[in-house]
């Protein structure tokens, strides 16, 4: 091969790899700053335990109700209830479970204030597990298709991990009434 066709050909490839470049959206690109500061999602399975960066979570239970019986009495209402065992993991002195969601399509629900003493409120330890329910409240028309509980120990989780349990809300069959416990220490 004459030089003059290589320099051709190392100028084709050359402009070529420019042109690529430029229609890629920079979102989709290996080392562009969204790409790298991603959470990443560690899936969740009910009764299994999923160790995460600063804490564990097993999914116990996941069921709905139209009507929770909490300690201020009963509460009405569409309601996704998700049991789990949580616990540190002992690389931060102690956790709170800052970024608690629930991804239902574009829409995104947080867990239901009117119901106390949950989760919600907990501090991690290691070695200490604490047991009970993360509620959300959602309008009866979007209680339908496949939802993703998302948790994680804050809202801001660019560079850290997020375990996260997918839910078909078309296979649970709503409950006339569910008793929440408050939560505690595991057994």
Known sequence: MRPSAMWAAAIGFAVLACVVTAVTPVSN???STNATRMPFDLPMTLGETTTGRTFTAEPTAVRAASSIEAEDGPVEGTFLIVDLVLDGT?????????????????RTYYPASRIRRTLVDESLRAGLPVAGSIVFELPPDDFRGEARVVLANR?????????????????????????????????
């Open 155 to 187: 809202l801001d989780i660019r560079f850290d991990d997020r375990l996260v349990l997918d839910v078909d809300l078309d296979a649970l069959e709503p409950q006339p009434s569910v008793v929440v416990e408050p939560a505690g220490w595991a057994e």
């Open 90 to 106: 002992g690389v931060e002195p102690s956790t709170r479970l800052g970024g608690i969601k629930l991804e239902l399509g574009e």
């Open 29 to 31: 690109l290996a080392y």
